[in-house]
Structures are given as structure tokens and as C-alpha cells.
T-cell receptor
Framework: GESVGLHLPTLSVQEGDNSIINCAYSNSASDYFIWYKQESGKGPQFIIDIRSNMDKRQGQRVTVLLNKTVKHLSLQIAATQPGDSAVYFC?????????????FGTGTKLQVIP | EPEVTQTPSHQVTQMGQEVILRCVPISNHLYFYWYRQILGQKVEFLVSFYNNEISEKSEIFDDQFSVERPDGSNFTLKIRSTKLEDSAMYFC?????????????FGPGTRLLVL
């Protein structure tokens, strides 16, 4: 099966600093990974994704790193802003038997200190 | 920016009643999903839908649940006989290509409270 875990439940970061949020997964057959941001009372918002044939992908102020050797995924947010305060969670997807299985992490709460 | 919409935003129902949650996915998307999130817990996958049929479902999606795409725009989740433990936020999502990227978008959710 697939289990997805996060290393830290809460991360407090000073405004302007960089944030790193981690995610570990267990199934090496997982081939697609997504980071979501969820603000209080709102639905998840897609941030960035990466496929297993890549080890790094950059977006606007965000970078996702994938280490398939240790089955670890990280989200880096540059110059963290108060608006980045939210719960961030990863989703790990795998094609299995023609279907797609998706497992979500429990989330890390990012608190940005102004 | 395209968006997934869901109605109603809140639904209160008595245990044992049927509820239908509605979603309008992004128009050119082909994959549709329902998820739920019990208060304070992680998002859980319920079901995925492609080509007018269920492509994957989780153990949560038992016989009390069903999905339907009755027309070209709506995607519904029906719970036949609600239980107290069905109280949760239900999110619809659709996935497709936006620009050069395949992306999944979530709707704002329907908060279901079963009394």
C-alpha cells in the first residue's frame, strides 16, 4: 500500500525567509506528486507538481524536489510572505491496474511571522 | 482563471436522509474526483470518474455512495442514507490540461452536517 507522512506538523518561519516543507512516501511505484495549499475554510489549491522522471521543478517562488532514492519530496517557498500561511500537504499518485491511486499527506501548517 | 464550482456550500440533513452534492467541473476537463475532509483531518479520496464511469474508488466509497454525470456539465455525488460519520467537507475536483500543464483544480467544497 501507500503511506504518506510529513516530518513536521507545524512550521514557523520569519517573513522573508525561505520555507521547506517535507513529505515522505512509501511506494516506489508512485509516479506523480502534487503539492497543495489549503487555507482555513477553503478547498485545496494546486501549487506545483512533479513527475517521477524529474527531480526538480520550479514555479513562481516555489520549488519541488523529488528524491526517489529515499522516497522524499519537498516544497521550498522562497521569500515567505504572510499570505503563504496555510496548511500544505502533498499528494502521491500511482497508476495501478489502469487506475490512479492517490494518497494525501496529513499536512504541515506553515505560520509566517511578520 | 477557470474554476470548479460546487453547490450547495452547506448542507444540513437528518441521519438516514439522502443528499446530492453537485459540482460543475472545468469544461474541457476529462477526469473528475470526489474527496472528503473530516474536520481537522486529512483529505481522503473517494472516487474518480473518467469516460462516464468510475475509474477508481476507495474503501470509503461503499454502496451508500454513487456518482453521476447526468449531462455535459454536472458531476454529482449522492449519499443514499446519510450517517453521522458522513459529516465532512466534500470537495469535487477536475483534472485536465490548462495551457501546457495538466493540473487538478478543486472546488470550494460543500460542508455536510448530518444530525
Amino acid at each position: 500500500g501507500e503511506s504518506v507522512g510529513l516530518h513536521l506538523p507545524t512550521l514557523s518561519v520569519q517573513e522573508g525567509d525561505n520555507s521547506i516543507i517535507n513529505c515522505a512516501y512509501s511506494n516506489s511505484a508512485s509516479d506523480y506528486f502534487i503539492w497543495y495549499k489549503q487555507e482555513s475554510g477553503k478547498g485545496p489549491q494546486f501549487i506545483i507538481d512533479i513527475r517521477s522522471n524529474m527531480d526538480k521543478r520550479q514555479g513562481q517562488r516555489v520549488t519541488v524536489l523529488l528524491n526517489k532514492t529515499v522516497k522524499h519530496l519537498s516544497l521550498q517557498i522562497a521569500a515567505t510572505q504572510p499570505g503563504d500561511s496555510a496548511v500544505y500537504f502533498c499528494a502521491v499518485l500511482m497508476n495501478s491496474g489502469g487506475y490512479q491511486k492517490v494518497t494525501f499527506g496529513t499536512g504541515t501548517k506553515l505560520q509566517v511571522i511578520p | 482563471e477557470p474554476e470548479v464550482t460546487q453547490t450547495p456550500s452547506h448542507q444540513v440533513t437528518q441521519m438516514g436522509q439522502e443528499v446530492i452534492l453537485r459540482c460543475v467541473p472545468i469544461s474541457n476537463h476529462l477526469y473528475f474526483y470526489w474527496y472528503r475532509q473530516i474536520l481537522g483531518q486529512k483529505v481522503e479520496f473517494l472516487v474518480s470518474f473518467y469516460n462516464n464511469e468510475i475509474s477508481e474508488k476507495s474503501e470509503i466509497f461503499d454502496d451508500q455512495f454513487s456518482v453521476e454525470r447526468p449531462d455535459g456539465s454536472n458531476f454529482t455525488l449522492k449519499i443514499r442514507s446519510t450517517k453521522l460519520e458522513d459529516s465532512a467537507m466534500y470537495f469535487c475536483a477536475s483534472r485536465g490540461t490548462s495551457g501546457a500543464q495538466e493540473t487538478q483544480y478543486f472546488g470550494p467544497g460543500t460542508r455536510l452536517l448530518v444530525l
